[in-house]
């Protein structure tokens, strides 16, 4: 039986995005972004934009009830009753301790979390180098994955744009974010053996390849 929830740990610019849009397209699931809902209620200007904008800017996490909430709800949507994919949550351990109330609380069972693994020095030119289509979501770079047309997307000519916090200094703060709030939830889905691990540094489409199956599969 294929485990519901499927967790994508890994650091800013890992290739969570990349990987999980995959995965749900080939699933069948949502793909479930704590980041882009933030970002949506930023650019709406929404309380809870407002009270997230500072935070992101900042490269720091938003508060943990914040996020669960609007996790809670979202999971609860009928089109992620058959599973779904949560993409860059949990990020903390009370995070990851909500899911698992969650998921027990609505009998779906443990989740199964891959870990994305890339080496450090190449995070920050796949950050720098990230366009996003304004449209789709298809997320390119500049430098591994350029589109045909310079700032258009292949696939509807949506407008391509970078992230605001995809500058230096922010990135370097979401780094230092991961490393002490996140990395941590690695050891604790290993101790539970609900860890799956990938490697990160290979091309999207070679990571994609095994890992779909696999997960068809978990
Ligand atoms: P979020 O949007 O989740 O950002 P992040 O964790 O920093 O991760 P990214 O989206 O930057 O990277 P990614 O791993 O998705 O990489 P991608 O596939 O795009 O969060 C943003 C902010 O929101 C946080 O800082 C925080 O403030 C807040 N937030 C969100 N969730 C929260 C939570 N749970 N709790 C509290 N606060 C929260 O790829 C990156 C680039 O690399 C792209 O250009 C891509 O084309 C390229 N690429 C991808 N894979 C490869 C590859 N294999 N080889 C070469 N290039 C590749
Ligand atoms: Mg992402």
Redesign the pocket.
């Known amino acids: 039986m294929r485990a519901q929830a499927l967790i994508?740990l890994?650091?800013?610019?890992?290739?969570?995005?990349?990987?999980?849009?995959e995965v749900s397209k080939e699933l069948g699931i949502p793909q479930i972004?704590?980041?882009?809902m933030?970002?949506e209620a930023v650019k709406k200007g929404t309380p809870l934009g407002l009270e997230?904008k500072r935070?992101?800017e900042a490269?720091?996490?938003?508060?943990?009830e914040?996020?669960c909430g609007i996790?809670e709800e979202r999971v609860g949507q009928p089109d992620a009753a058959k599973g779904f994919v949560l993409?860059?949550?949990?990020?903390?351990i009370p995070?990851a301790q909500f899911v698992d109330a969650m998921l027990e609380r609505k009998g779906r069972g443990n989740p199964l979390a891959v870990n994305?693994r890339?080496d450090e020095d190449?995070l920050l030119k796949?950050?720098t180098?990230?366009?996003?289509c304004s449209v789709c979501g298809e997320?390119?770079?500049v430098?591994?994955?350029p589109p045909r047309v310079d700032g258009i997307c292949d696939k509807d000519g949506g407008k391509l744009l970078e992230?605001a916090?995809?500058n230096e200094t922010t990135i370097r703060q979401?780094l230092v974010?991961?490393n002490n709030q996140t990395s941590p939830l690695i050891d604790y889905y290993r101790k539970k053996k609900l860890l799956h691990e990938v490697n990160?540094?290979?091309?999207?489409d070679?990571?994609a390849r095994t890992l779909i199956p696999f997960l068809k599969g978990a």
Do not use: C, W
């Not at 972004?33 to 882009?36: K, N, Q, R, W």
């Not at 993409?87 to 903390?92: C, E, I, K, L, S």
């Not at 180098?129 to 996003?132: A, E, L, M, N, V």
């Open positions: 994508f890994g650091a800013p610019g890992a290739g969570k995005g990349t990987q999980a849009r972004s704590t980041g882009d933030l970002r997230a935070k992101m490269g720091e996490l938003v508060p943990d914040v996020v996790v993409d860059g949550f949990p990020r903390t995070q994305i890339v190449v796949r950050l180098g990230r366009r996003t997320i390119y770079n430098h591994f994955n992230r916090d995809d979401r974010a991961y990160g540094n290979l091309e999207p070679q990571i």
